[in-house]
């Protein structure tokens, strides 16, 4: 288990509020204009902001040509599928639970860390992550209906929520010497390229200058997850033990859940209550110091 330093504590709190809020902006920001491309311009206005504080941090910016391959790699697993698979699926679904299918990222990382990485979790470790996969089902207990007339939104939640897990899961392994702000730095450099091409290609015909809300919408993406968000997570999934950062931040989607109820008029049930106790108590899991062992 990892107890977080309060710099760390306060930098997940920001990271919860802007992410957990970015699910309905982000829900309002691609209705009626198409997704691809909103997504692009917001990560083509972020990039230079991004770029910006690597300068003021005299963060340097190159990497070797040696680790190219593994970079590559890494932003097909963290950024690439994410982004591209969470754009086409969110106007098929509720902000809300886009964001819980999303953010089944832990269970999935959990999984994987076992199964593929030999990673061994403490029992309470295990019993978050039980406790998150319940606080989803029930998160999504008055979905199954709408969801099941959507099916490829979900699978594509679901596959990106997945390769996000392998993607946390590379990252804490790599062996770039480079620092995580040069790291997603390039990621997003690469990112953006893909999904300007994406954009270009699929979604020429549907162009059309945002409105006013679009465009606010996508100022809030390009600063607020691209310049700050990203590279937090990208950081604490770096240095925090993978079941430590990635259930850390379970708490997202329950924002996501009652924000979109707020700003989109979703309705909340019982088991929306339920699941905020769950994952709290799954966060805690891994959170919670462990008691000290006294010398003998």
Not at 82 to 91: S, Y
Not at 98 to 104: E, K, M, Q
């Amino acid at each position: 288990m990892h107890t977080l330093s309060r710099r760390q504590l306060i930098l997940l709190i920001l990271l919860t509020l802007v992410w957990g809020l970015n699910w309905p902006i982000m829900k309002m920001g691609v209705t009626g204009y198409p997704p691809l491309t909103f997504r692009t311009i917001s990560m083509w206005i972020g990039l230079p902001v991004l770029a910006l504080v690597l300068v003021w941090r005299r963060v340097p910016f190159r990497i070797e040509r040696a680790h190219w391959p593994e970079l590559c790699m890494l932003t097909v697993f963290n950024m690439v599928a994410w982004h591209t698979l969470v754009m086409l699926a969110i106007p098929t679904l509720s902000s809300g639970r886009s964001a819980i299918l999303g953010y089944t990222m832990p269970v999935f990382s959990a999984i994987v860390g076992a199964w593929w990485f030999g990673q061994k979790l403490a029992g309470r470790a295990w019993g978050g992550v039980a406790a998150a996969a319940t606080g989803v089902v029930l998160l999504l207990w008055h979905e199954f209906i709408q969801l099941s007339g959507a099916p490829l939104g979900v699978l594509m939640m679901l596959v990106a929520a997945a390769t996000w897990a392998l993607g946390t899961q590379l990252l804490r392994r790599t062996r770039m010497p480079q620092t995580t702000l040069t790291i997603s730095f390039w990621m997003t450099v690469l990112t953006t390229l893909w999904m300007t091409v994406l954009a270009t290609v699929f979604e020429r015909d549907a162009w059309a200058w945002p409105t006013p809300s679009v465009w606010a919408a996508m100022i809030y993406n390009a600063l607020g997850v691209f310049a700050f968000a990203q590279v937090v997570w990208l950081s604490m999934a770096r240095d925090l033990p993978p079941i430590a950062s990635t259930l850390s931040v379970m708490f997202i989607p329950v924002l996501g859940v009652f924000s979109g109820a707020l700003f989109l008029g979703e309705v909340l049930h019982w088991q929306d209550w339920a699941a905020v106790a769950l994952i709290m108590f799954a966060i805690a899991t891994v959170l919670w110091p462990s008691r000290a062992v006294s010398a003998g």
